[in-house]
T-cell receptor
Framework: SQTIHQWPATLVQPVGSPLSLECTVE??????LYWYRQAAGRGLQLLFY??????ISSEVPQNLSASRPQDRQFILSSKKLLLSDSGFYLC???????????FGEGSRLTVL | GQQVMQIPQYQHVQEGEDFTTYCNSS?????IQWYKQRPGGHPVFLIQ?????EVKKQKRLTFQFGEAKKNSSLHITATQTTDVGTYFC???????????FGTGTRLTVIP
């Protein structure tokens, strides 16, 4: 069966520091992968999606970037964090036939 | 741009009362999905609706997709404390790879 792993679960970073969040999927090949951000008490904002290795689409201009170095690995990065980058980051993969999104456990980022 | 609006943002109900959340899009959707997020957790898929006018039921939950495929609703009958969480709709627009999520409705059930 397919599983999705996301880490770290929680992190507190100072403004201006770099960021790297990692997501891996097991049990499926060539998945569509997504990064969402959820601000406190808010909805899900799509940040990036990827349909294959090296293929990244950005939905909103921002301080973040994404990379997909391997088929089942999706990384969210920043060179210099801003206060506004705080939030709950969710990685997800989309099941091809049903269209269902499967989310990781999430990474809660606090920028101080 | 493509947006999915969802109301209400918050809903407090007494246990046993019914609950409904509504989603609307200005443009026609290919399909719509519903997710539930428990406090502190991640969204979990509930259901997908594809056909115009479709109605699906899961125990006390009833999901509807409008005839014009621009709106949808989730109705919970006789809420229980286990229903607490935020309910999101997510719409897929034709030709897109992405689901656009509504802002969610946070449900609180008072015992």
């Amino acid at each position: 069966s397919q599983t999705i792993h996301q880490w770290p679960a929680t992190l507190v970073q100072p403004v201006g520091s770099p960021l790297s969040l990692e997501c891996t999927v097991e049990g499926t090949s060539n998945p569509n992968l997504y990064w969402y951000r959820q601000a406190a008490g808010r909805g899900l904002q799509l940040l990036f999606y990827s349909v294959g290795i090296g293929q990244i689409s950005s939905e909103v201009p921002q301080n973040l970037s994404a990379s997909r170095p391997q088929d089942r690995q999706f990384i969210l990065s920043s060179k210099k964090l801003l206060l506004s980058d705080s939030g709950f980051y969710l990685c997800a993969w989309r099941e091809y036939y049903t269209g269902e999104l499967f989310f990781g456990e999430g990474s809660r980022l606090t920028v101080l | 741009g493509q947006q999915v609006m969802q109301i209400p943002q918050y809903q407090h109900v007494q246990e046993g009362e019914d609950f409904t959340t509504y989603c609307n899009s200005s443009t026609t959707l290919s399909n719509i999905q519903w997710y539930k997020q428990r406090p502190g957790g991640h969204p979990v898929f509930l259901i997908q609706l594809v056909k115009s006018g479709e109605v699906k039921k899961q125990k006390r939950l009833t999901f509807q997709f409008g005839e014009a495929k621009k709106n949808s609703s989730l109705h919970i009958t006789a809420t229980q404390t286990t229903d607490v969480g935020t309910y999101f709709c997510a719409g897929l627009f034709g030709g897109a790879n992405n689901l656009f999520f509504g802002t969610g409705t946070r449900l609180t059930v008072i015992p």
